[in-house]
């Protein structure tokens, strides 16, 4: 993928697309790969990716499909062999999350803390899981999990690790039983907290166990080995189905947006060939769907290939090869196939057990030549020490395989509790409720789920059917020793691998055969340049056009052969050649080309700037002319306006002059006139000078005899005032000596009582002055001058508008308050109800106009009934309004 995100083209979203491409994988990695004895970084499930390009060949998208992840390796304590370690997810997460991340997944940094985890391999040389945890943080964000995603997928990994941590003792009931209870429940409320579910309800599903079948429910405990059994099986589905969920999401993201045509390119990333010293379940299918992988292989390239020779009519000797299809039909047949017998056991009622099935396999598979057991009807086995009685041999295409029987029938069957799949429903955490969509209870099924095998042979059935429809292309990787070591080469390992791979075979079919072929028609158009005859259009059939081609280029008649449809290469170098040939000549026809191309470009650019030339010369000369036209025209119209000019000033001159004449003695007249009225004004004014000098002199005069005598009037009216003051003064005096004998012992109480007196007297006499009207709608009253009389205030309010009203409706007659009455009997019944009422409420009513008293409905009526009547009558002259 790194070489494919390399080679394709550039841009922003094809960058994205290629680096979401390539961030799915250290995902997929941290939950699907482990360490095992032999690898690192060994992936523990299948993957098959299909890399979607465009026409440019950009990627566009990918899909990704998983086959099989090694859930069973959940369980530390059962599956994993010493030297191993679980996911790599468990240490990355507990190794780079921060402190705060880790108490609110309530975990703990120590890996002993945790029974699910390995501890003799927890720390890998030249790995860091911290970083790798960062690492695949920013690849999560970058394939496109958002925040909450991420935290969701790290709460279920925690909860997978705490399961296993719950542990289960015995207690007996009333009835003899054995039931199950968890120890310490602090590890189930963790676990309830991260996922959301009840602790009862948990708790309930960890012990009891619910059979349901038609209309009846059955509900047994659970013994402390059902009770292990129901958690392993738990965290096994818990973390299988987060997995395929990843995948799901990143499928989701990195899916072709367009729907435009484009091609794929599969790439299968899948386990190899297993034999360890201990083989179970898993190494038999992964050894089923490697098996399944070489019979395609065998079929592409051994088989296909020589029959197309032998179809062709190329002369050819038939090379043997082993067709391992005897083998795959001995674990898939849909009748006496090993994964069928297997699901046969698990579906039949009675006592089912791994021995029961290997006595099964010895009666239905004794007498097949790729199978072994010690207690088969074959008696070359009895004496086989090698072969225990509790295990079964298969020659593979790899070799022969050593199957433990042991955990076969339960790890097929791999049943989740209903009880436990409920729970996991009820889950407030969204994500861990959708795992499990089985449990709600309104979509209940009875049927039984399919067992691991079958899902895992249809799983294998659906990659093969699509690894058909594609161009195979292999990448055989070679393990030089065990020891993970660099430069170091097992002769034997590696001669028994290229020997089980088919390699051997391939290369002597590769050495016999031809390395290339194409069908005619492909090959002439594209070495058809070559030869004059066929350039550029051959007019025959193409297979007489390519025998014209390989003859002119003077080609070795041993270097290939002409089959039936095709033609056929038989060493690389002649390809070469051609290809050499071929790049060579498309060279030279694109000088020949770029030359006439040139040509006729610079033939149009000479054409183009010989017409732009005349347009432009046209152009100029209309421009001069009328640059010219427009000067001359210019220069009579100035030389006609200084004439005008010249002719007008000179007009005007005669006028000024005329005009300056008349004005001349117009002026003078006045001077004279003037002179003559201001010797009168002068004599005038000091008449009157003399006058007035007269008039102030006798002003001054009498002015200050006045202020002499009221300066006199005031000395004497200060004397006066000095007199009163001080008598006043004097008798205050007297006073205050007086009554200072009477204000000793209660001053202070006297002058509060005198003071609040005086502004009680005052307050009432202001308002006496400050009374509003007497209408009663007037709402208006004098201001509180005091904050102590607010209570006195409002009373006063009060009493003064009840006073008021009173005297408002003593005014009125009998005649006035029967109006009125009748206005209040109009305002219950037309008030809110009728548009003009609000107009006619300040219309006196005219009384009986209307004579009802001589209507004889109203007479007949009035007879009849004591209580009033209302009659509505409608009069035209005014608005309608009800009379009475």
């Known amino acids: 993928m790194s070489y494919v995100a390399a080679v394709c083209g550039k841009g922003a979203e094809v960058n994205q697309v290629k680096e979401q491409l390539l961030q799915s994988n250290p995902v997929l990695e941290a939950f699907g790969n482990a360490k095992t004895v032999r690898n690192d970084n060994s992936s523990r499930f299948g993957k098959y990716m299909d890399i979607e390009f465009d026409f440019k060949g950009d990627p566009l998208g990918g899909v990704i499909s998983n086959f099989l992840v090694k859930k069973f390796r959940i369980l530390k304590h059962i599956f994993i062999p010493r030297g191993e370690r679980n996911f790599h997810v468990f240490y990355q997460l507990l190794s780079g999350a921060s402190e705060e991340l880790l108490n609110k997944l309530k975990l703990e940094r120590d890996f002993s803390r945790y029974n699910y985890l390995s501890l003799d391999s927890a720390k890998v040389n030249g790995v860091d899981d911290a970083a790798n945890f960062r690492t695949v943080r920013n690849a999560m964000q970058i394939v496109g999990f958002m925040d909450h ?3 969701s997928v790290l709460a279920v990994v925690a909860a997978v690790l705490k399961l296993g941590n719950i542990e289960f003792k015995p207690e007996s009931r009333v009835n003899g039983l054995d039931e199950s209870k968890i120890k310490d429940k602090n590890e189930l409320k963790e676990i309830c907290e991260l996922t959301g579910i009840d602790q009862s309800v948990l708790e309930r599903a960890f012990s009891f166990r619910t059979v349901e079948a038609k209309q009846e429910k059955v509900s047994t405990t659970l013994n402390v080995a059902q009770a292990y059994y129901a958690r392993d099986a738990l965290a096994k589905n818990l973390y299988s189905r987060l997995f395929s969920w990843l995948v799901n999401r990143i499928n989701e993201s990195i899916k072709a947006q367009t729907k435009v045509r484009k091609k794929v390119m599969g790439v299968l990333d899948i386990y190899g060939f297993e034999i360890f010293e201990d083989n179970s379940f898993e190494q038999f299918i992964i050894n089923y769907c490697n098996e399944k992988l070489q019979q395609i292989f065998i079929e592409l390239t051994l088989k296909e290939e020589q029959e197309e020779y032998i179809r062709e009519g190329i002369e050819w000797t038939h090379i043997d090869y082993f067709n391992n299809a005897i083998i795959c039909d001995l674990i898939e047949n849909n009748t006496n196939g090993i994964l069928a017998m297997l699901d046969e056991e698990c579906l039949r009622p009675g006592t089912v057990t791994d021995e029961t099935f290997l006595e099964k396999l010895n009666q239905v598979c004794a007498t097949h030549q790729h199978f072994e057991s010690r207690m088969s009807k074959c008696s070359r086995f009895l004496n086989d020490t090698s072969l225990p009685h509790s295990c079964f041999r298969i020659q593979h295409y790899a070799g022969k395989v050593l199957y433990q029987v042991e955990g076969f029938v339960d ?48 799983s294998v059935a659906t990659l093969m059917k699509n690894l058909q429809t594609k161009n195979p292309n292999y990448i055989r990787c070679i393990k030089p020793n065990d020891k993970k070591a660099a430069h170091i080469f097992n002769e034997a390992l590696v001669c028994h691998q290229i020997r089980y791979l088919g390699l051997l075979e391939n290369v002597r079919v590769r050495r016999a055969g031809y390395a290339f072929r194409q069908a005619y028609e492909p090959c002439l158009e594209r070495y058809k340049m070559l030869c004059k005859q066929t ?29 039936r449809s095709k033609i056929f290469i038989r060493n690389p170098r002649t390809l070469f050649k051609l290809e050499d040939l071929r790049k060579q000549r498309l060279e030279d026809l694109a000088t020949l080309i770029q030359k006439i191309y040139r040509g006729w470009k610079c033939r149009t650019h000479f054409l183009l700037m010989k017409k732009s030339q005349i347009v432009i010369a046209a152009w100029f000369r209309r421009y001069a002319q009328q640059k010219r036209y427009q000067q001359t025209k210019s220069s009579a119209l100035v030389i006609q306006s200084y004439i005008r000019g010249w002719k007008a000033r000179k007009i005007l001159r005669e006028l000024k002059h005329q005009k300056r004449c008349k004005e001349a003695v117009t002026t003078i007249a006045a001077y004279w006139h003037g002179t003559q009225a201001r010797r009168e004004l002068r004599r005038l004014k000091e008449e009157a000078r003399n006058k007035h000098a007269i008039a102030v002199i006798w002003a001054y005069w009498l002015g200050s005899k006045a202020r002499r005598e009221l300066k006199r009037l005031k000395e004497e009216a200060r004397r006066k005032h000095a007199v009163a ?31 609040l007196q005086r502004i009680v007297q005052k307050y009432f006499l202001e308002m006496k002055n400050k009374m509003p009207s007497l209408s009663p709608i007037d709402k208006n009253w004098p201001s509180r001058p005091y904050l102590f009389l607010d209570s006195t205030h409002k009373e006063l309010k009060r009493i003064f508008h009840l006073w008021r009203c009173k005297k408002y409706r003593d005014q009125f007659t009998d005649q006035q308050k029967l109006i009125y009455e009748e206005k209040l009997e109009a305002s219950e019944l037309f008030k809110d109800k009728k548009a003009l009422y609000p107009s006619s409420v300040g219309q006196p009513f005219q009384g009986a106009y209307l004579e009802i008293n001589k209507n004889p409905k109203y007479k007949k009526l009035k007879d009849a009934i004591e209580e009033k009547i209302i009659i509505a009558e409608v009069k035209r002259s005014r608005p309608s309004w009800p009379t009475w």
């Open 725 to 755: 003051v001080i008598w006043a003064y004097w008798l205050g005096l007297k006073v205050r000596r007086e009554y200072r004998k009477f204000f000793r012992a209660n001053a202070g109480k006297k002058i509060y009582e005198f003071t």
């Open 411 to 458: 790890k097929n069957n791999d049943l989740l509790y209903r009880d436990l799949s409920q729970a996991m429903w009820k889950a407030s955490h969204t994500l861990i409720k959708s795992l499990f969509p089985e449990g709600n209870p309104a979509k209940i099924n009875l049927k039984r789920p399919p067992t691991a095998g079958s899902q895992f042979k249809a």
């Open 149 to 151: 995603e991420a935290e």
């Open 535 to 563: 350039w550029p259009h051959w007019k025959g059939p193409a297979r007489s056009g390519v025998e014209v081609l390989f003859n002119e280029l003077e080609i070795p008649v041993e270097e290939y052969s002409f089959g």
